[in-house]
């Protein structure tokens, strides 16, 4: 079965600088990936969708990556705020596969 | 719109007894599901559902039983609760979307603990 792979530790960084979240994933080929948010207590709320024919998609500060020869996408988030701290979760299409997620902490 | 809301936030059990969570959404979504979260393991399907009186099984189904009477409402089930079962349990729904995709709109959770 598929299996899906996030940065396993937290990532704590300096404010506005840029994180990079990395999503890992094998046994498939999603025909799109997405990237959601979650803050504490709260479900994860839908942030961006790339295709498997897109390299790159962006929004506003965050920016996505698709490579589908690593089987592995990428999620940066530049100028970072102390209000971009939160857990961030890739999910595979139908699959219906979310990774276990990486939580962000950005320091003022 | 409220979106999707759950019912109850919290519950605490005692092994053995049963209960029902319920889902309502009103975004007129096709597609509900039930996820649970638990730490370090991130989402896991329980059970969706792709239109009213249709449910199918998830990754980890043992233990739950679903039903989707109304379009607006998915009820998870509980028969007979297990430590194992404690967990914050998700519900989402979503519409298939262009060219196939499906972006889900969870609700807040519910925080089951069984003892």
């Known amino acids: 079965s598929q299996k899906i792979e996030q940065n396993s530790e937290a990532l704590n960084i300096q404010e506005g600088k840029t994180a990079t979240l990395t999503c890992n994933y094998t046994?498939?080929?999603?025909?799109?990936l997405q990237w959601y948010r979650q803050d504490p207590g709260r479900g994860p709320v839908f942030l961006l969708l790339?295709?498997?024919?897109?390299k790159e998609k962006r929004k506003e500060r965050l920016k996505v990556t698709f490579d589908t020869t690593l089987k592995q996408s990428l999620f940066h988030i530049t100028a970072s705020q102390p209000a971009d701290s939160a857990t961030y979760l890739c999910?595979?299409?139908?699959?219906?596969?979310f990774g276990a997620g990486t939580t962000v902490t950005v320091r003022a | 719109n409220a979106g999707v809301t759950q019912t109850p936030k919290f519950r605490v059990l005692k092994t053995g007894q049963s209960m029902t969570l319920l889902c309502a959404q009103d975004?007129?979504?096709?597609?509900m599901y039930w996820y649970r979260q638990d730490p370090g393991m991130g989402l896991r399907l329980i059970h969706y559902?792709?239109?009213?009186?249709?449910?199918a099984k998830g990754e980890v189904p043992d233990g739950y039983n679903v039903s989707r009477l109304k379009k607006q409402n998915f009820l998870l089930g509980l028969e007979s609760a297990a430590p194992s079962q404690t967990s914050v349990y998700f519900c989402?729904?979503?519409?298939?979307?262009?060219?196939?995709?499906?972006?889900?709109?969870f609700g807040p959770g519910t925080r089951l603990t069984v003892l």
């Open positions: 989402a729904s979503s519409s298939p979307g262009l060219a196939g995709t499906d972006t889900q709109y």
């Open positions: 790339i295709r498997e024919n897109e």
């Open positions: 999910a595979l299409d139908y699959k219906l596969s």
């Open positions: 559902s792709v239109g009213e009186g249709t449910t």
């Open positions: 046994n498939y080929s999603p025909a799109y």
């Open positions: 975004m007129n979504h096709e597609y």
